[in-house]
Each structure stands twice: as C-alpha cells, then as structure tokens.
C-alpha cells in the first residue's frame, strides 16, 4: 500500500477512535449507540491493524478501547478477552507504566463487569501500583479518574 493509503489507515483509526469518544461521553445512549460504539472501535482497531507503521502502544490502546466499550454496554466476557489482550501486548512489548496500569484497569472493570470483586480489586490495586510509577501528572490523573468510576 502507498504511503497515501497508510495515511488514510491512520486518518480512519483515529476518526473512528474519537467517535467511540464522544458516544461514550453521551448522557442518553440508545442501544442503536451502543451498536454504532462497537463497530466504530472495531473499525479503528481494524485500521490501526492496516497502518504500516503501527507499533504496540497503537494496539495496547486499541485493545484498551475495545475492553472499555464491552465493558461500558455491560459485556464483561468480550470485555475481559480485550483485557487480557491488551495485557498481553503492553506486557510483550514493554511498554511505560502509563499503558501497563490502563490494560489493568480495563481488566479491573471487566472483572466489575462480571461481578468477580476479588478479582476486579487484584486488578485495580496492580492499576494503582502501576498509576504511581507514571511521572506525568496529567496521565497520572487520567488513570486516578477512570480508576475512580469503576465499580466497587
């Protein structure tokens, strides 16, 4: 593929990327939402998987983003299984503590999902261990939020 191709790879998985954004930001999601939700992050995944020059923090966040919508629609299995994926690849990969606590996070909520709480607080406390490590105040916050609005 061309180097316009792969440039319209990128344009189309971060597109799709922020519209997962904004419908999980919507107050008053309709299950045709929720619907719409899971095919744009599988497109933006799928897109991000084309682009040549995608690297493993691409697919650590979009796997992050696939377990945090089947999480959100209260799929906690296909939740888990993007989870642990995406545990898989930040893991392999060696990424910054920063991609480690949010693939963490995402298992933690999955496991919330799922009603597993001893499971889901393991989790979340290896979230927040990870969460300490991160030197960036403002992704430090990021992850103390989205940690915060799991379910206990």
């Known amino acids: 593929m ?66 945090r919508v089947y999480a959100v629609i209260g799929q906690g299995e296909q939740a888990l299984a993007y989870a642990e994926k995406c545990l898989k690849v930040t893991a392999e990969a060696e990424l910054a503590p920063f991609y480690m606590a949010y693939a963490h996070e995402a298992q933690a909520r999955a496991y919330a999902v799922l009603g597993e709480r001893e499971r889901m607080e393991a989790a979340a406390a290896e979230a927040s261990r990870l969460t300490e490590r991160v030197t960036d105040a403002e992704s430090r916050g990021w992850l103390l939020a989205d940690l915060a609005t799991i379910a206990r």
């Open 2 to 67: 061309g180097e316009s191709g792969a440039m319209e790879h990128k344009q189309w998985a971060a597109s799709c990327f922020n519209k997962v954004w904004d419908l999980l930001g919507k107050e008053d999601r309709s299950e045709r939402d929720d619907d719409e939700m899971v095919h744009l992050c599988h497109a933006s995944f799928w897109h991000w998987s084309q682009h040549e020059g995608h690297t493993a923090t691409n697919i650590s966040i979009g796997y992050w983003q696939l377990a």
